[in-house]
């Protein structure tokens, strides 16, 4: 498998002077293409800000990021960002916000490829519809697909279905695989919830409470589609929720 | 049906009032303060001869070229410093100290420089209102929230896209908030810059009422009439905030 990102030993502190806080402190990872690897810590651990980075949004104090061996320039849509809070931008309509990385295409071009992924996602019928009309699923599936739709190489995901009941999550969690499993990106996400990461990822890798390290790493060698509730997974999640000093 | 229902207690308030009014110049018997009846006959004679319309024409064209004049200098004006931290940090201090100046105190100013046609009072109305649509432009590319520009940054959009899809959509709302401020402080301005000179406007017609023989009917129905367009004018933008393009702020 190609290397699509290298992490190479970064450092990040806030704060000037004697009292700078680290924040991430001396993070390692590679993580090859078409993986899907999630980063999973306590909050307040520095995950954002190790997302941050390694999205380009942010320049690490120390060491590197290589996206396809070339340093990382800055944020640009060959890699783009889901949050928590998402930025579907409400004064456009669904059709208009997925048509909007779409730079240099005639305009029926860009309607098509909008209209297609809001297919993919299950929001055919609502193209015209303004964000403030939706659900907050749907919301998260306009976003989905309006990253889709620039066809990225790399998502970056930070906690993007925390904000989401349980049942909503997890209903887009299965729409995600059923996606990636068609386009095959290269998925780096962020989370708390341990389900989620097992659910989901290729690798699950364990932050340290702040500054963040990287303290362990599990390879999810479960063939999908995935039952949380087999031995493998609980076991698994078990062993993650010990790393996080959780003891059930 | 529940709009006539609830409009119902105002209602009440106002026809109280006018009943008060009413019982008070009548029991004083005074001479020179009218009844709310030789009021409306009053305007009623205004509205025969045509004057009426022709002031009310010449208040709100005033007021109309004075705003459009701000709202071109003040919508650019305010983007342009909401999104350059460089013109901010040159433009505002001066806007601050300018701001709090009330456009009555620049009526002499207003004279020398413009005489006592139209431009003086449409300087006037612009004067005024160019501050408040400065200021909310200005404090809504401040306030578009950081997760959006990131996006668009995130997405590699080009400069011209940026503005057109992203900023300026995003401050509209608050360009409107700004607008009806604005709107409304020059209606406020044009009738006290037609107070002092000019031979048409409502603000004219009220002293010119006083000063022609005590006509208290008249000026009372110049207040009046003041308040109401003042409504209307509100209301017109109030519809604004409706728009399509601005209603996602205030939809929750």
Request: net charge positive.
């Amino acid at each position: 498998m190609r290397t699509k990102i290298e992490v190479d030993r970064i450092r990040k502190g806030f704060g000037a002077g004697g009292g700078r806080l680290p924040v991430v402190d001396g993070v390692d990872f590679s993580v090859g293409d078409g993986e899907f690897v999630a980063i999973v810590g306590p909050s307040g651990c520095g995950k954002s800000t190790l997302m941050n980075m390694v999205a380009g949004f942010l320049c690490p104090d120390e060491g590197s990021i290589r996206i396809d061996g070339v340093d990382h320039g800055g944020p640009d849509p060959r890699g783009i960002l889901i949050t928590q809070h998402g930025s579907v931008f409400p004064w456009l309509t669904v059709q208009e916000n997925l048509m909007f990385g779409l730079n240099g295409l005639p305009l029926a071009e860009k309607r098509g490829i909008a209209d297609h992924y809001a297919g993919i996602v299950g929001l055919s019928g609502f193209e015209r519809r303004y964000p403030h009309e939706l659900s907050g699923g749907m919301l998260k599936r306009a976003e989905i697909a309006r990253a889709l739709a620039v066809k990225p190489d790399i998502l970056y995901m930070d906690e993007p279905l925390s904000a989401l009941d349980a049942l909503m999550s997890l209903r887009i969690r299965n729409e995600l695989l059923r996606i990636l499993a068609e386009e095959r990106h290269t998925v780096m996400l962020i989370t708390h919830d341990v389900e989620e990461a097992i659910h989901l990822a290729d690798r699950i890798m364990v932050l340290s409470p702040r500054p963040a390290r990287i303290q362990a790493t599990y390879e999810v060698a479960i063939p999908h589609p995935r039952k949380l509730t087999s031995p493998q997974a609980q076991e698994l999640r078990a062993a993650v929720l010990r790393e996080l000093g959780v003891v059930e | 049906m529940r709009k006539v229902r609830e409009s119902v207690p105002s209602l009440v308030v106002i026809v109280l009032l006018l009943a008060i009014w009413w019982v008070i110049v009548v029991r004083t018997e005074s001479v020179i303060f009218p009844t709310p009846w030789q009021v409306v006959s009053g305007a009623l004679g205004l509205v025969e001869d045509g004057s009426l319309w022709m002031h009310i024409g010449s208040s709100l064209f005033r007021v109309g070229t004075g705003f459009l004049l701000a709202v071109l200098f003040a919508v650019p004006l305010g983007l342009w410093m909401g999104w350059v931290s460089g013109a901010y940090r040159t433009f505002n201090p001066l806007f601050q100290i300018l701001r709090p100046i009330s456009p009555i105190a620049w009526i002499p100013i207003a004279i020398l420089w413009f005489g006592v046609g139209n431009a003086s009072p449409i300087f006037l109305i612009f004067i005024s209102s160019v501050f408040p649509m400065i200021v909310q432009t200005t404090a809504g590319v401040h306030t578009i929230e950081r997760r959006y520009l990131r996006a668009a940054q995130n997405f590699g959009v080009s400069r011209a896209r940026l503005f057109r899809q992203v900023v300026i959509p995003a401050v509209l709302p608050q360009i409107v908030v700004g607008m009806r401020i604005g709107l409304g402080v020059a209606w406020l301005v044009v009738v006290a810059a037609e107070m002092i000179a000019l031979r048409s406007g409502l603000g004219f017609m009220i002293m010119d009422s006083r000063n022609a023989g005590n006509r208290y009917d008249l000026v009372i129905a110049g207040m009046i009439i003041i308040g109401l367009i003042g409504l209307l004018l509100d209301g017109g933008m109030r519809l604004l905030e409706g728009h399509r393009l601005v209603r996602w702020r205030y939809a929750h």
